[in-house]
């Protein structure tokens, strides 16, 4: 069976990345007790869960049998909003039918233990090496990500390898070397496109989808366009009983609205900075991608009120930035006169200009004329 934890207790902020609470990490808590010497991740949003996704969880299952291990384990981001409809706990509650229904298609990882845990990739994947006795720290840790993660697996690997060089002076008898593998997988378009760009129509006339190429930003568009006999079609294989889709279909649009109108709420002046220029760049690329009339009426009205509230000012500030430039006039600068020349004794400032000159000449010197001495007569 699957094993399901939820770390949130363990973990309360995902967003930051404390030090490692070294009592609390020797205690062994829950699914971060782990004694093998080889730990095979994921970090992964999927939001929602679908058919694409379990190619990942397939990866690991193929890399615990090569390595001869039993447990994999996949974190889940527990951000939540208009991009990420469901909550972290419906996830894993979704996710443990459609595991169940994985090993039943798939034997072989019938004895694979897939644990899903409500964690950030930095907090959970410390506390997967970290957290256990010094003496039965894994040597190697395999991470699996997408082709576009490379940098969020080097931050990874840095973030770890500053825990390690802090513990190995602390204690330098019972260190071990940590190894690092990074294993990707390549995203797959649906004809060469984003499932963002995909109108309705485009959508409707698609005859066959491949299975890797079933992301959750394709869900998220079909719930939008209310295609729900392509929704139920896509996810058949992993859920048997329509009841079940119904209510994932339910919950994901129910996600969608509850996001928009946290949206619309949000005061731009009570966010730093940063939040704000993200926010702002959400909304610039909401409106670009679902601005389609076909959409679903209820989200159609929210974004109606969510672009009136949150207008564009990319065009004000073009104008604005070229009136100030129209108004700044040349400023000409007048030579700065020192306060204090020092004078120079003649023979001193001969030899200064003289100095600067390109070809200096060499100045002859005037001999003396010799005065001749009268001759004495005697």
Do not use: W
Request: include cysteine.
């Amino acid at each position: 069976m699957a094993a399901f934890v939820d770390s949130s207790r363990i973990l309360p902020d995902p967003d930051e990345n404390p030090p490692i609470n070294e009592e609390k990490a020797h205690t062994g808590q829950d699914v971060f007790s782990n004694h093998e010497n080889c730990i095979i991740v994921t970090s992964v949003r999927m939001n929602p869960p679908t058919v694409g996704h379990f190619r990942i969880i397939a990866a690991l299952c193929e890399k615990a049998i090569e390595h001869e291990i039993t447990n994999v384990y996949v974190l889940l981001s527990q951000s939540t909003g208009y991009d990420d409809p469901l909550l972290c706990l419906e996830k894993i509650g979704f996710l443990t039918k459609m595991i169940t229904q994985f090993k039943i298609n798939n034997p072989k990882f019938a004895e694979i233990n897939i644990n899903c845990i409500c964690a950030s990739p930095f907090n959970g994947i410390t506390q997967l090496i970290f957290g256990n006795t010094l003496h039965s720290r894994p040597i190697s840790v395999i991470i699996i990500l997408g082709n576009d993660k490379g940098p969020m697996y080097r931050s990874i690997v840095k973030f770890n390898m500053d825990v390690q060089a802090d513990l190995k002076k602390k204690e330098p008898e019972s260190f071990k070397v940590l190894e690092f593998e990074h294993v990707e997988l390549h995203r797959e378009d649906i004809d060469g496109k984003n499932p963002k760009d995909l109108s309705k129509s485009e959508l409707i006339d698609i005859q066959v989808i491949d299975p890797p190429a079933v992301s959750g930003s394709l869900i998220r568009k079909l719930v939008k366009y209310e295609l729900k006999e392509l929704f139920i079609q896509l996810y058949s294989t992993l859920l048997n009983e329509e009841e079940d889709i119904n209510v994932l279909y339910t919950t994901i649009q129910s996600g969608m609205v509850r996001g928009l109108k946290e949206m619309i709420d949000t005061d731009l002046t009570q966010l730093t900075p940063p939040r704000k220029s993200s926010f702002v760049k959400l909304v610039k690329d909401i409106r670009k991608t679902d601005s389609d009339p076909d959409i679903n009426t209820e989200i159609q009205d929210l974004l109606i009120q969510l672009f009136e509230k949150h207008p564009d000012s990319s065009k004000t500030r073009k104008a604005s930035t070229r009136k100030i430039r129209v108004k700044r006039l040349p400023v000409k600068r007048l030579p700065v006169k020192p306060l204090f020349v020092k004078r120079l004794p003649v023979n001193v400032k001969n030899s200064v200009k003289m100095k600067k000159m390109k070809n200096p000449v060499k100045m002859k010197k005037k001999k003396k004329k010799k005065t001749k001495t009268p001759e004495v007569v005697n």
